[in-house]
């Protein structure tokens, strides 16, 4: 059964950063855990600033210290309900991604909860944020929450619509079980999503053979294999709900997503091709980018 007992949610004190703190609070309370909110900073240490003119005095930047880095997180706390919760606060110099990774591992860290929005904005996400990153690197299922999760900081975690997509990678098959989990402990349901993206479109005047009947078979196929993997699952009590699509899996994950109103989507880090998310196109991150709810990514 999976258990989160050590979670750690970096913040950049941004406003946007109090929704992934309010979840990792309500995931820490669900499961009596331990939570770990860190701040990373360049450098605690005095900096040499240069004004770029030759001949101009080189100034001395104070940055700010760690007792006030750690007072700030105690004010973004006071907007969560973490009374009643372990918490350890961490102020830490160097690198964002590094440090963040190295926590993790250090702790270790079973569940890392991160905003998809930071201080720079979208534009910065898409080009390379340290969510983006550590989603490559973190060791342990990374809970990412958009800037669209309900404003009001959840004091009970209400995962109890799960989409999972599906692939039948290892990472994929990670994610179902991990899925099947949540719902039976929060008493939800799951709907597990298989996406067929080759023949996915009407037309193919160069087929020399019946491009629907063979799109139905892979998907009664896709269909069957689903149902197997449920059945390898004794004592499931959540309820499963199998859909088979045709499609660009990442445009019909959201497009399901939505329609069901999902509060959570728990899917694999890494595809079938193996690629993961080193590549900007891969389905994880473009449904990570874009969704409205939640996001639990798995690794194999």
């Known amino acids: 059964m999976i258990e989160f ?4 949610c970096p913040i950049d004190l941004s406003d946007a950063s109090v929704r992934p703190l309010a979840y990792a609070a309500a995931v820490a309370r669900w499961y009596t855990s331990r939570l770990t909110v860190l701040h990373v900073v360049p450098t605690f240490d005095p900096m040499q600033v240069r004004s770029g003119s030759i001949g101009d ?11 006030q880095v750690l007072e700030q997180l105690r004010a973004a706390l006071s907007a969560t309900h973490t009374a009643t919760l372990d918490v350890t606060l961490a102020a830490e110099a160097g690198d964002s ?4 990774v190295d926590q993790a591992v250090t702790m270790p860290a079973d569940l890392l909860v991160m905003g998809t929005h930071g201080r720079s904005g979208f534009d910065r996400f898409l080009l390379g944020s340290v969510t983006e990153k550590v989603l490559r690197k973190a060791p342990c299922p ?3 929450v958009p800037p669209h999760a309900p404003a009001k900081a959840p004091v009970d975690v209400t995962f109890t619509q799960i989409l999972c997509p599906v692939d039948f990678s290892p990472s994929a098959l990670q994610a179902f079980g991990c899925a099947l989990d949540l719902a039976r402990q929060s008493g939800g349901s799951v709907t597990v999503l298989h996406a067929i993206e080759w ?7 160069h087929a ?8 139905q078979s892979l998907i009664d196929d896709a269909r069957a294999r689903l149902q197997a993997l ?3 699952q004794p004592g499931t009590k959540s309820a499963v709900t199998i859909v088979v699509v045709a499609g660009r899996a990442y445009r019909e994950i959201l497009t399901t997503a939505a329609a069901q109103e999902a509060d959570l989507i728990v899917m694999g880090a890494q595809g079938r091709g ?5 590549l900007f196109g891969s389905s994880t991150q473009q449904v990570v980018r874009a969704a409205t709810c939640p996001v639990l990514t798995v690794r194999g």
């Open 5 to 8: 007992r050590n979670i750690l």
């Open 57 to 67: 005095p080189v100034s001395i930047v104070q940055p700010m210290p760690r007792e």
């Open 97 to 100: 991604v590094k440090t963040i």
């Open 142 to 144: 990374i809970l990412t």
């Open 199 to 205: 023949l996915a479109d009407e037309s193919h005047p």
């Open 208 to 215: 020399h053979f019946n491009v629907q009947d063979y799109r």
């Open 230 to 232: 449920i059945a390898d």
């Open 274 to 278: 193996g690629v993961g998310l080193t």
